[in-house]
């Protein structure tokens, strides 16, 4: 039954992520990083709210996982090369730290 959930969520997830990426992904790509921040962000909340085994497969892991991406992450970042690489790279992960830490804090309600 979980496998069943996380795949429930990834038929989600992992459609949005490829139209922001199909949309905003130019010469900055603008929708995986939007992806992983707001999948970060989702799943920092998700963790603070303490679902249920079955609910953080569905949308934890299946969900938040297919949106999020870090084989593209990579790849884009590559892809930009030199400064725009360790810029677009350095950027998304402490964004997307701060909007985990964000999400968990707005749920759990902790400083």
């Known amino acids: 039954?979980?496998?069943?959930?996380?795949?429930?969520?990834?038929?989600?997830?992992?459609?949005?992520?490829y139209l922001a990426g199909h949309?905003?992904?130019?010469?900055?790509?603008w929708g995986t990083?939007?992806?992983?921040?707001a999948g970060s962000?989702?799943?920092?909340a998700f963790t603070a709210s303490a679902l249920s085994g079955a609910a953080l497969a569905l949308l934890?892991?299946?969900?938040?996982?297919?949106?999020?991406?870090?084989?593209?992450?990579?790849?884009?970042a590559v892809e930009l090369g030199g400064?725009?690489?360790?810029?677009?790279?350095?950027?998304?992960?402490?964004l997307a730290l701060a909007a985990c830490a964000a999400g968990f804090v707005l749920v759990a309600g902790q400083p």
């Open 23 to 29: 949309h905003l992904d130019r010469a900055v790509p």
């Open 60 to 76: 934890g892991t299946g969900f938040c996982g297919a949106l999020t991406t870090y084989s593209a992450f990579a790849v884009r």
């Open 1 to 17: 039954m979980t496998a069943l959930l996380v795949a429930l969520g990834a038929a989600v997830g992992a459609p949005l992520r």
């Open 41 to 44: 962000f989702l799943l920092g």
């Open 33 to 37: 990083f939007a992806v992983n921040v």
């Open 83 to 94: 400064l725009r690489s360790l810029g677009y790279a350095g950027g998304t992960i402490v």
